[in-house]
């Protein structure tokens, strides 16, 4: 069987320096080839679980495999052995039990883990990194600072993803806003450029369709003055094992000028209009995307942390979205809209902020949604979410969510705004 490094070599994906490189690296510190190449930043986890997948003739076990997998399956399989031999199952379908091992090839390992297990396995092969981060997850195993630092850089790389705007999807935005009867009240959308939020700083983001141009961004512009600097639209790739997401949106045909979404949305802005309260803002959002998504849920940011508030649709645990907690700190999409992005838009990468969303939902499979922030004076107090399961977003449904957004923001600051003349001694 050809060695890994010997594969990605013959294939161009590395060249010989960098793989004396890696090999140095590993007799040094340890761990797998693979983990020492994403270390580097020579290959991208993608491909290493490509050629993992060609060398071993094994099926991939990949994020989505990995990120929410069923108590019970987990159950099977005591933390002795899970630690013991580097193995979780993830998966179970009648007197079969997928499982992902390090030691894929070691035969002995795969019967005793078979006799635990009671049960045929089907082997599958992940990377080493997502192996131990999903030990650590499910069986409580200590992960090494290293693959933390590794884990943490490779999640923040999937969550900033493909930071552009296509053309097409622009057009459609557009389009849709360029309509007679888009907007009575004046909103128009236009694409700008904005070097706001935290990418502007970080040296590991992707720098878009080329080095020398930067990627069009989205802005929303209201009536009246200019709001300053635009804030960024981002849009997250699909998982690998789903395939790219986001490039052939299809024409929203409700979304014409009579079409029932633009009627919620007039109602509303109307209702948003005459809120008098947080809890009633959220009441006329809630009640507007429901019936246009599966999912819709809102977030209060408060303290350095998100918190779940209100949410609505069949698979909304009410308890499970109030108790679920993330801190602005942690790599995640929410921390992407506190530093300035304008919109989340995609399949959610596998961080442990994203992954305690998931679980949150009755139903806790991973979705295409978008993410929109609601802020009061460019400070972020709620994140808008939707989804419709695993279908992608049309683009009309885009330039109302921003605008509804825009109307929420604006209500809070008016109660706010209420609230302080009413403590205010006369």
Same mark, same amino acid.
């Not at 894929?104 to 019967?111: A, G, I, P, V, W």
């Not at 907690?325 to 790599?331: M, Q």
């Given at each position: 069987m050809a060695r890994i490094g010997q594969i990605l070599v013959e294939q161009g994906w590395l060249t010989d320096g960098q793989l004396q490189t890696a090999l140095r690296n590993q007799r040094i510190l340890g761990g797998r080839l693979g983990t020492?190449?994403?270390?580097?930043? $020579?290959?991208?986890?993608?491909?290493?679980?490509d050629v993992l997948c060609a060398r071993t003739r094994l099926p991939a076990a990949d994020l989505e495999d990995l990120r929410v997998v069923d108590p019970e399956v987990i159950q099977l399989l005591s933390p002795r052995l899970a630690l013991r031999y580097r193995a979780v199952p993830f998966r179970s379908l009648g007197a079969q039990v997928d499982l992902v091992m390090l030691g894929f090839d070691n035969l002995e390992h795969q019967d005793e883990l078979a006799f635990g297990l009671g049960k045929?396995?089907?082997?599958?092969?992940?990377?080493?990194?997502?192996?131990?981060?999903?030990?650590r997850r499910y069986y409580g195993a200590q992960c090494p600072n290293r693959i933390v630092q590794i884990l943490e850089r490779l999640d923040r790389a999937r969550?900033?993803?493909?930071?552009?705007?296509?053309?097409?999807?622009?057009?459609?935005?557009?389009?849709?806003?360029?309509?007679?009867?888009?907007?009575?009240?004046?909103h128009s959308l236009s694409i700008g450029r904005s070097t706001r939020g935290p990418a502007g700083d970080n040296p590991e983001r992707p720098a878009g369709p080329s080095a020398d141009e930067e990627a069009p961004r989205l802005r929303l512009v209201p009536p009246g003055p200019s709001p300053g600097s635009p804030p960024l639209l981002r849009e997250s790739g699909r998982p690998a094992s789903a395939g790219r997401g986001?490039?052939?949106?299809?024409?929203?045909?409700?979304?014409? $000028?009579?079409?029932?979404?633009?009627?919620?949305?007039a109602a509303a802005e109307e209702r948003l209009a005459a809120a008098g309260s947080a809890e009633e803002i959220g009441e006329a959002l809630l009640e507007a995307l429901g019936d246009r998504f599966d999912r819709a849920a809102l977030f209060r940011v408060r303290r350095g942390r998100v918190e779940g508030w209100l949410g609505t649709g069949s698979d909304v645990d009410t308890d499970g979205l109030r108790s679920y907690v993330a801190e602005l700190d942690e790599t995640s999409a929410f921390s992407e809209l506190d530093?300035? $992005?304008?919109?989340?838009?995609?399949?959610?990468?596998s961080v442990p902020a994203h992954d305690d969303l998931i679980a949150a939902w009755d139903e806790p499979t991973s979705s295409y949604c978008v993410l929109v922030p609601i802020r009061v004076a460019d400070r972020l107090v709620l994140a808008l979410y939707v989804d419709r399961g695993r279908n992608e977003m049309e683009g009309a449904d885009i330039p109302p969510l921003l605008v509804l957004a825009t109307r929420a923001g604006s209500a809070l600051q008016r109660c706010i705004g209420r609230t302080k003349a009413a403590r205010k001694p006369r």
């Amino acid at each position: 069987m050809a060695r890994i490094g010997q594969i990605l070599v013959e294939q161009g994906w590395l060249t010989d320096g960098q793989l004396q490189t890696a090999l140095r690296n590993q007799r040094i510190l340890g761990g797998r080839l693979g983990t020492c190449l994403l270390e580097m930043g $020579a290959l991208s986890e993608d491909a290493l679980l490509d050629v993992l997948c060609a060398r071993t003739r094994l099926p991939a076990a990949d994020l989505e495999d990995l990120r929410v997998v069923d108590p019970e399956v987990i159950q099977l399989l005591s933390p002795r052995l899970a630690l013991r031999y580097r193995a979780v199952p993830f998966r179970s379908l009648g007197a079969q039990v997928d499982l992902v091992m390090l030691g894929f090839d070691n035969l002995e390992h795969q019967d005793e883990l078979a006799f635990g297990l009671g049960k045929t396995l089907r082997i599958h092969v992940a990377p080493e990194v997502r192996v131990l981060q999903a030990l650590r997850r499910y069986y409580g195993a200590q992960c090494p600072n290293r693959i933390v630092q590794i884990l943490e850089r490779l999640d923040r790389a999937r969550l900033l993803g493909s930071s552009h705007l296509t053309s097409d999807t622009a057009r459609e935005l557009l389009n849709w806003e360029t309509d007679e009867a888009a907007f009575a009240a004046g909103h128009s959308l236009s694409i700008g450029r904005s070097t706001r939020g935290p990418a502007g700083d970080n040296p590991e983001r992707p720098a878009g369709p080329s080095a020398d141009e930067e990627a069009p961004r989205l802005r929303l512009v209201p009536p009246g003055p200019s709001p300053g600097s635009p804030p960024l639209l981002r849009e997250s790739g699909r998982p690998a094992s789903a395939g790219r997401g986001g490039d052939a949106t299809k024409p929203d045909t409700g979304a014409t $000028a009579t079409g029932p979404w633009r009627r919620q949305v007039a109602a509303a802005e109307e209702r948003l209009a005459a809120a008098g309260s947080a809890e009633e803002i959220g009441e006329a959002l809630l009640e507007a995307l429901g019936d246009r998504f599966d999912r819709a849920a809102l977030f209060r940011v408060r303290r350095g942390r998100v918190e779940g508030w209100l949410g609505t649709g069949s698979d909304v645990d009410t308890d499970g979205l109030r108790s679920y907690v993330a801190e602005l700190d942690e790599t995640s999409a929410f921390s992407e809209l506190d530093g300035g $992005a304008g919109l989340f838009r995609g399949y959610l990468p596998s961080v442990p902020a994203h992954d305690d969303l998931i679980a949150a939902w009755d139903e806790p499979t991973s979705s295409y949604c978008v993410l929109v922030p609601i802020r009061v004076a460019d400070r972020l107090v709620l994140a808008l979410y939707v989804d419709r399961g695993r279908n992608e977003m049309e683009g009309a449904d885009i330039p109302p969510l921003l605008v509804l957004a825009t109307r929420a923001g604006s209500a809070l600051q008016r109660c706010i705004g209420r609230t302080k003349a009413a403590r205010k001694p006369r």
